[in-house]
């Protein structure tokens, strides 16, 4: 695995391999990899002949209140990871690098952000989407990597593949779970013993939601009270928010139809859970 500081050497080593003909699979992150990271790595393998993961903590995209900081890094270990699930390239610029002066240009996300997570970190997906243009520019992937767990991010950069005409195939990757349904997070461990227990709560409701679907239930507001009462029962954890929404438009829905969201929120004593099911209607 070659590591790469700079755009210029980056996009020689692109332009190298484009004239190969080779596809380039693309995976961002902001490091401190983790199983979910390494399921996006290992379907790029599969999927590309030359892998570039890129590590990099994207100041634009924290709030004021979110600490930029702070964010965990542990570049070696990142480093080692990268490199055992065969990544060619791993590219890790500084802040200095990516954003050499005050940005004379940002991308404005206008849809998709009003809602789920959004709600509550207004300018975030600006930040998302202005660091991903940048990357996509850098890169020019072939395909492009992100989880389903951040349903919404995979919304808007499905929305900015599609409104800037970017070339490249969004692969989204279906959420990892434990064995008994809890998505997979580095944040899990905060969870209390117990808490840990009530957790598979939110895979649960979401199963049940999908059964009420199946059996014909088309009222999203139906679903999401089913879903909150499941989850308000069995656990003591304080919802966030219950939305049912079209996907990947992320528009409120009168009645069930075409791609659905069910997308969740809750907060245990000391972390935040979320989880969604994306589900098709004909
Ligand atoms: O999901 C993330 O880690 C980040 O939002 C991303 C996509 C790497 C952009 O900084």
Redesign the pocket.
């Known amino acids: 695995m070659k590591l790469i500081t700079t755009i210029k050497d980056m996009q020689t080593e692109i332009s190298k391999q484009k004239g190969l003909g080779k596809s380039i699979g693309f995976v961002?992150?902001?490091g401190f990899l983790h199983e979910g990271h390494l399921t996006l790595l290992s379907h790029a393998r599969k999927e590309n002949d030359i892998v570039v993961i890129s590590i990099?903590v994207?100041p634009l995209?924290f709030g004021p209140s979110e600490d930029f900081s702070t964010y965990p890094r542990d570049f070696d270990r990142d480093s080692a990871l990268a490199e055992a699930e065969g990544a060619d390239y791993l590219f890790y610029p500084s802040v200095e690098e990516m954003y050499p002066h005050e940005p004379s240009v940002k991308v404005v996300v206008q849809e998709r952000t009003d809602v789920l997570c959004g709600k509550s970190r207004p300018g975030h997906f600006d930040g998302?989407a202005t660091?991903?243009t940048k990357l996509f520019h850098i890169m020019m992937p072939t395909r492009a990597y992100?989880g389903k767990k951040?349903a919404q991010?995979v919304a808007v950069i499905d929305g900015l593949i599609t409104d800037f005409h970017f070339p490249i195939q969004l692969a989204a990757v279906d959420i990892v779970r434990e064995p008994d349904g809890l998505a997979k997070s580095s944040r899990n461990v905060n969870l209390l013993p117990e808490e840990r227990q009530q957790a598979t709560v939110l895979f649960k409701s979401l199963q049940m939601a999908k059964k009420a679907v199946d059996k014909g239930e088309r009222s999203p507001a139906r679903l999401s009270n089913l879903v909150s009462e499941v989850i308000s029962n069995d656990s003591n954890g304080q919802i966030d928010y219950v939305e049912v929404l079209s996907y990947p438009q992320l528009k409120p829905l009168e009645k069930l139809a075409g791609t659905i969201i069910i997308a969740l929120a809750v907060k245990f004593s000391k972390v935040r859970l979320i989880d969604n099911f994306i589900i098709h209607i004909d």
């Open positions: 961002p992150t902001m990099f994207n995209q998302v660091v991903i992100f951040d991010q």
